[in-house]
């Protein structure tokens, strides 16, 4: 079973950028799809990216396409998030999510970290 742990959450101004990242042990994480959702106080839990688990494929939600990339190393068990020209309202905890399927829903996902919390003030 593959654990997850996110960091690199903190108070960022706005117009800066931020890099998460999400270390996994457990021996299969190579075969997992990975994900990064975020959620905001009183929201929905929102996707922000997904990652193939063989393929350097990435599917990034359309709101965010061009401010957030994100990439896993295989080889060290982990996936990072990257933000550029962060706004108050990309404000969110933010989840990495390991599951067997190639997704932008929260239900395809099994594994959960527990998040990290990013603050942009204006």
């Known amino acids: 079973q593959v654990q997850l742990v996110e960091s690199g959450g903190g108070v960022v101004q706005a117009g800066g950028s931020l890099r998460l990242s999400c270390a996994a042990s457990g021996r299969a994480f190579s075969r997992y799809f990975l994900a990064w959702f975020r959620q905001a106080p009183g929201k929905e839990r929102e996707f922000v990216a997904a990652?193939?688990?063989?393929?350097?494929?990435?599917w990034y939600a359309d709101s965010l396409k061009g401010r957030f990339t994100s990439a896993r190393d295989n080889t060290k068990n982990a996936v990072y998030l990257q933000g550029v020209s962060l706004k108050p309202e990309d404000s969110a905890t933010y989840y990495c999510?390991?599951?067997?399927?190639?997704?932008?829903?929260?239900?395809?996902?099994?594994?959960w970290g527990q998040g990290t919390q990013v603050s942009v003030s204006s």
């Open positions: 999510a390991a599951g067997d399927l190639f997704s932008n829903r929260t239900s395809d996902y099994s594994i």
């Open positions: 990652l193939d688990w063989s393929l350097p494929t990435v």
